[in-house]
């Protein structure tokens, strides 16, 4: 509690150690953003120059464009099945009692605690022994790999909603019942809109955390099929120049446009 | 507008009981509120009325209809929520029209009734604003309208003003009750503040641990309750736990001999004397049968209220504050004064709850 009127050193205090802590947050993302306007090829300060050479000879390489498209075909898909199933969870969760509710709330939220690079090898090794039975592709399949990010989304979306699903006023749905409303409408009408703002902030982050999702697809992916942030390794693997930074500057554009837009309709501060 | 009838209900949750064999009637065009502390089951009761809950046992019937087993959409009672509950997503307008949207009004005929129904409750100029865009009188206005705009067979009210501070609260008590009466609407009040049950109800059911202590108009209850916790409950009182002698006088435990009416005290189980603050008078000095010492003067503005202590008990006197020329006026803590009441106005009372159900 501050004293009112009293020059605090608490508060300078508070405010230092704020400052401190989002330079801490930001400061890898400004680096990424700064470097990839210089003009050496070894990053060093100060640069000798600035240009837009890394953002061309990114566009030069066709496994960057492709790989941007296979990972917002992937994210969007992933999201796009993973967020309605998180969804059906959550309500089942919050809404319905049956026997080992509270097991199966932990087991979704289970994929969160295993490293994605052990997740991936399970998943492989899965995929090799189903193409066996089943006498079809699915590794390296871009199948394959949506159902591996669904993976990444049911987790966050089931948190995300059943948090907005326990903040609900059930008196609302109770008034629209007393009002004449049928259990259906009672859903359609009030339950699903009040929902929403959780489902579109459970929606950006599923699509967040697959578009850049790495360790997970690492096994997965096949040619033609390479993910953007795979495409990223791979030229790493041969190469260090900023042209990386540009492709991760561009990244990160795309998912701070996500972020401000959602936001505008749904204020994630207050569901997150 | 219907009369309501509820025969025997009874609802369990596992091992206890919260509801326990409820009879109660209102008829059409009657406010009736039902009070007391939480955990009552008054809330309990309302909501099986409304549908939300299902009873362990016993009807519910509309007029004759018996509804007990007809789901909350099918009944058709207005509710006012504690919470108001309104569609967060929704216009104020469109909250009061999503009733008449069920009911498969044509739009033309909607927007007229929503009109009207905002009127009623002086909002038509914010029915285009949305909820969180109002204040909580409003809010709760907008909750009044959507369950009148319905013409319900049946109007309740959960604790319809605890979310209002206290200056608005007397308003809208009136604001209430007037509209009631004006559209005769059958009501069922829930709340838990005895000024509210007072001032808005033609009946009053006191309820405790799942069952009615004792129905009857305001001032009955006021004035004839049946036991200590209706006395206490539906106002101030001062409640002393005695016996009562051969001699038509009572005892308090403390060994404070009052002297009562047995006319209108003909109880056998009369185990407390009930007696409202307002109904006893003070004179300064020693002259009367029953006098002591004062304790405290506390200033009301209207009212002035004053603790004595006689013998070993404490009376609390509520008196208008007297004028700067009255003899009351001069009277302070340590004086001594004496106390005075109509024999008529002090109540013998079962202390206890063991007398069970009333009639």
Not at chain 1, 153 to 172: F, K
Request: proline residues 6%; aromatic residues 6%; hydrophobic residues 45%.
């Amino acid at each position: 509690m501050f004293v009112a009127g009293r020059p605090s050193l608490g508060r300078g205090l508070m405010r230092t150690s704020v400052a401190i802590a989002y330079l801490i947050i930001f400061a890898p993302v400004i680096m990424i953003v700064v470097t990839s306007f210089f003009a050496q090829q070894i990053v060093s300060f100060p640069p000798t120059a600035l240009t837009l050479h890394w953002y061309g000879n990114a566009w030069g390489k066709p496994e960057f464009l492709r790989g941007l498209i296979t990972s917002l075909q992937v994210a969007l898909l992933a999201a796009g099945i993973g967020v309605p199933i998180g969804t059906a969870a959550a309500l089942a969760i919050v809404r319905s009692q049956f026997p080992g509710r509270n097991a199966i709330s932990t087991l979704l939220l289970a994929p969160l605690a295993v490293p994605g690079v052990v997740a991936g090898a399970g998943l492989y090794m899965f995929y090799v022994l189903a193409e066996d039975v089943l006498d079809r592709d699915i590794k390296a399949t871009t199948q394959g790999l949506v159902a591996a990010h669904v993976l990444l989304t049911i987790p966050w979306t089931v948190r995300l909603v059943v948090a907005s699903l326990q903040g609900l006023d059930r008196a609302a749905e109770e008034a629209a019942a007393n009002l004449g409303a049928g259990p259906l409408t009672v859903f359609r009408r009030i339950t699903l809109p009040m929902m929403r703002p959780g489902i579109v902030a459970a929606a950006m982050f599923s699509f967040i955390q697959s578009f850049e999702n790495l360790d997970l697809s690492l096994l997965l992916v096949g040619p033609g099929r390479i993910t953007l942030p795979v495409a990223m390794l791979n030229y790493l693997e041969f190469r260090i120049d900023p042209t990386l930074a540009a492709v991760a500057t561009l990244q990160i554009l795309i998912v701070g446009i996500l972020m401000v837009v959602t936001d505008r309709f749904v204020k994630l501060s207050r569901v997150v | 507008m219907a009369s309501l009838s509820i025969e025997k209900l009874t609802k369990r949750f596992n091992a206890s009981i919260a509801v326990d064999e409820l009879d109660l009637s209102v008829r059409e065009g009657e406010l009736v509120a039902l009070l007391g502390p939480s955990g009552c089951g008054k809330t309990t009761t309302l909501r099986m009325i409304a549908g939300f809950l299902p009873p362990t046992s016993g009807r519910v019937l509309f007029d004759s209809e018996d509804v007990t087993d007809l789901p909350a959409h099918k009944r058709s009672t207005g509710m006012v929520f504690q919470s108001y509950a309104l569609f967060p997503h929704m216009t104020a307008a469109q909250n009061v029209g999503f009733g008449l949207e069920m009911r498969g009004l044509a739009a033309a005929e909607r927007n007229t009734k929503i009109e009207e129904a905002l009127k009623l409750v002086r909002l038509s100029h914010l029915g285009a604003r949305l909820p969180r865009e109002l204040s909580g009188g409003q809010q709760q206005r907008v909750a009044l309208a959507r369950a009148l705009v319905i013409n319900p067979k049946l109007f309740l009210l959960d604790e319809p003003l605890s979310n209002l501070d206290a200056k608005l609260r007397a308003e809208v008590r009136i604001e209430i009750r007037a509209l009631q009466q004006r559209l005769g609407l059958t009501t069922l009040l829930v709340t838990h503040d005895r000024e509210e049950a007072l001032t808005m109800a033609d009946r009053l059911v006191v309820m405790e641990g799942g069952r009615v202590r004792q129905i009857g108009s305001p001032r009955e209850l006021y004035d004839e309750p049946q036991d200590a916790f209706v006395a206490d409950f539906v106002g101030r009182c001062n409640i002393l736990p005695g016996r009562r002698e051969d001699t038509g006088h009572f005892r308090t435990g403390n060994g404070l001999i009052l002297p009562v009416d047995t006319a209108v005290n003909e109880s056998k189980n009369a185990t407390a004397f009930a007696l409202r603050p307002e109904r006893i008078s003070i004179l300064p000095g020693t002259s009367g049968d029953i006098h002591g010492a004062v304790e405290a003067v506390t200033y009301l503005g209207a009212q002035t209220e004053y603790h004595v202590r006689v013998g070993k008990e404490i009376f609390v006197v509520v008196r208008q504050t007297p004028g700067a020329n009255e003899p009351l006026a001069a009277v302070k803590p340590q004086d001594l004064v004496s106390l005075q009441w109509e024999p008529h106005a002090p109540r013998l009372v079962p202390q206890t709850s063991s007398t069970g159900r009333s009639s």
